[in-house]
């Protein structure tokens, strides 16, 4: 059986870049860990556009080989702050993409 | 060879530092300390309020240990994005405290004060020029956008710092400004590698995050002709080539190409080399000269909020919290048409926390919490008719049985009254650029002497 992302990654977090957008940082161990997770992030990216309500060519994802990240950034819907507003740091958006398979 | 020393002590002026980090990065002979104090990331209450999120003392605090240390090596310092959302009642209020500590410790420092906050006519016609171009992901806007912020600012680059520091000022206190250009001012104007200056801002903006001590620990870094070195501050922390490079994603959408006035920086060739485990070296980072733009940032009221906090442990109502989250809503809604209060006229907003308040996805099948706390949200045009709303609410949330055959229940209230009334609520209204032929256009600087 595959693994998920939680299971792949040492670490995961999401933050507000600026008030219109939010990113997630997928920390991995190691090269092989990094293109699984990549692969998996790319291969979800139309799933990923809907979690976050976004156009799918608007969700952007870094492969950041010498450090062993990989990076989503999506536009913030609603934006940060907005009147009913959930989660004003954007901290816990990397949940929704903890059980995507790698 | 010519070299800058920039020390900068905090994440943001208010979030402190250790003392003994702060002792440690005087010693290292600095020829700057700078600081940002801005940031956007806690929400559009502070530049549509035009107010600043860190306690007055807390910032005094910071700004003192800046000033004296600056002082006692004879070097300037810089601060950016005064007041977080860098309004000109930011940049007073800093000033202000700035004065108040020189006066206390019998200092005389020239005091320059860049603001940043812009007249909303002179953007406006900016926008009709079709000098002001939206970023990606922006909302859409017309000019009746600028007439709904109550703020609006533009994201100072190095320029204006540069001016303050060339004129003699001892202390630059700047409205918002974008978090590199306070840092990146100094080593530019000496004439280090442009591309250095940027990232290392970039690495030292939040302070000691880029290092191994965390926020309170410090950063340190050092610019020449060819590159840059990030340095640890804090005793018995450390700095890897990991920390250094990883920092570049924090709170960034792009980890590889840095926007800023004016330069586009391209790190995709940098060279990161352990010195030593306190010593990071920083080479080939790449710079591309643009056409001179500022980041604009506006914030504007849309009404007023009142909450009410009800928790419930109710077993029965535990197994499907949303069915009496529901009944609340409609009776709610039901008992105020019949007093003439529409609903067209307020909103409403039910957070479940406990269950779904934060994903506000459904749960999983079977889920049953032990408890949940439900924050009812009202918002509405004056505060009177959010309070109105959510009074209309009150016994509802307290004691609503959506079971006949059960008496009536008493939920939790968490505070006497129930409505807690949070004011004036704001949201940010752009995320678009200004272009401009000169740096200085758009801010003002004046000089006072304590």
């Known amino acids: 059986m595959s693994k998920t ?46 979690i976050f309500n976004v156009r799918e060519s608007l969700v952007k994802i870094f492969t950041l080989t010498h ?36 | ?43 559009p209450y502070y530049l549509g309020s035009g107010n600043g999120k860190y306690a007055t003392t807390a910032v005094k605090r910071d700004l003192k240990r800046m000033i004296l240390g600056a002082d006692s090596l004879g070097i300037p310092m810089t601060i950016g994005s005064a007041g977080t959302c860098g309004s000109n009642f930011g940049v007073d209020e800093a000033a202000r405290i700035c004065e108040e500590i020189c006066r206390e410790n019998g200092l005389h420092k020239k005091i320059a004060k860049i603001y940043a906050q812009q007249d909303r006519e002179l953007i406006k016609r900016k926008y009709r020029e079709g000098k002001v171009h939206a970023l990606e992901g922006a909302p859409e806007i017309s000019e009746k956008t600028f007439d709904e912020c109550s703020t609006i600012v533009a994201l100072s680059g190095a320029e204006p710092f540069q001016k303050a520091l060339r004129e003699g000022a001892d202390i630059v206190i700047c409205g918002r400004a ?26 030292a903006e939040c302070g000691g995050l880029c290092t191994s001590a965390g926020l309170s620990g410090c950063a340190f870094i050092e610019i020449d002709e060819k590159g840059f070195n990030v340095r640890s501050v804090m005793p018995g922390s450390t700095v890897s080539e990991y920390s250094v490079a990883a920092h570049l994603l924090y709170e960034n959408a792009d980890p590889v190409y840095l926007k800023e006035p004016g330069v586009c920086i391209d790190t995709t060739s940098s060279k990161y080399t352990a010195v030593s485990p306190t010593n990071v070296r920083v080479e080939g980072t790449k710079v591309t000269h643009m056409p001179y733009t500022m980041k604009l940032e506006g914030a504007g009221p849309v009404g007023f909020q009142t909450i009410s906090i009800v928790g419930i442990r109710d077993r029965k109502i535990m197994k499907d919290p949303m069915a009496w989250v529901n009944a609340v809503r409609q009776q709610g809604i039901a008992k105020l048409d019949k007093t003439g209060i529409l609903s067209e006229t307020y909103s409403l907003n039910f957070k479940v926390f406990g269950y779904n308040a934060v994903s506000g996805m459904p749960v999983p099948e079977g889920y049953v919490p032990n408890e949940i706390g439900v924050v009812l949200t009202v918002t509405a045009d004056t505060q009177a008719l959010a309070t109105q709303v959510a009074k209309a609410f009150n016994p509802l ?52 002497e304590v």
């Open chain 1, 5 to 50: 992302i939680e299971q792949t990654v040492r670490a995961i977090r999401s933050k507000n870049a600026g008030p219109f957008w939010v990113t997630i940082d997928a920390f991995c161990d190691n090269a092989e860990d990094t293109a699984l997770v990549s692969a998996s992030f790319t291969r979800n990216k139309a799933l990923i556009a809907k």
């Open chain 1, 67 to 102: 450090i062993h990240v990989v990076k989503v950034s999506v536009p913030r819907i609603p934006i940060e702050g907005a009147r009913d507003e959930k989660d004003m740091h954007g901290g816990q958006q990397y949940v929704s993409l903890l059980d995507l398979e790698v």
């Open chain 2, 1 to 43: 060879m010519l070299k800058c020393k920039i020390f900068v002590p905090y994440g943001a002026v208010g979030l402190d530092c250790s003392e003994e980090a702060f002792a440690a990065g005087l010693a290292m002979k600095p020829d700057i300390i700078s600081s940002d104090a801005g940031s956007t990331d806690s929400g």
């Open chain 2, 178 to 203: 974008t978090d590199t250009a306070v840092i990146a001012a100094y080593p530019l104007m000496k004439g280090c590698d442009e591309a250095s200056c940027w990232h290392a801002a970039k690495v």
């Open chain 2, 397 to 448: 949330l307290l004691h609503l049985n959506i079971f006949p055959e059960r008496q009536m229940p008493s939920f939790a209230f968490i505070s006497s009254p129930a409505e807690i009334e949070k004011g004036s609520i704001y949201e940010f209204k752009l995320y678009h650029v200004v272009s401009i032929d000169d740096p200085l256009e758009l801010v003002k600087i004046s000089f006072t």
